[in-house]
């Protein structure tokens, strides 16, 4: 009777260590299964992925789109500062070639040179007196209308030494 009691005490602590173990083998290494009868470990059977599901190319093409749509605003804005940077360049070169040609005139028939050029160009030309201790003269201030705003070209006219 001792015996039997003694087998079946046996088998039972063979049986909760073995329970324990295959715990603690499964909470370690979730992907092995093992068949708790025989202890035999195979792999768990996992979903074959060979392509990419439907919402992840969803995903894939929203990002791309965004990523595009970024890019275009970046170059168009790029293109835009490119026109006005051009834009007024042209216009500052237009003031400067006008004030060359004022430079050219001589200094009494400069009045008369600037309200011309003003009219033909439909740029504002502007003449103030300017007097210092020793000479005397004018400013002359060009003004261009530019897509980014008014170009403006300076330069002094100083009367001819007697």
Known sequence: MAGSTRHGF?????????????????????????????????????????????????????????????????????AQYDRLALDRMRQQLRAENLAEELRAVSFDELTQAASKLSEQSSVAIVLTPVDTDSRSGQ???????????TVRH?????????
């Open 10 to 78: 046996s088998r039972w602590i063979c049986f909760s260590t073995r329970v324990f173990c295959i715990r603690i083998i499964d909470w370690l290494c979730p992907s092995v299964c093992i068949v708790p009868s025989k202890l035999i470990m195979h792999k768990k059977k996992r979903f074959d992925r060979r392509a990419f599901t439907l919402i992840e190319i969803l995903i894939a093409m929203m990002c791309l789109a965004v990523a595009t749509g970024f890019t275009l605003k970046i170059h168009q804005s790029r």
């Open 154 to 162: 300076h330069s002094w006219r100083w009367e001819p030494a007697p």
């Open 139 to 149: 400013h002359v201030g060009v003004e261009v209308d530019s897509l980014s705003g």
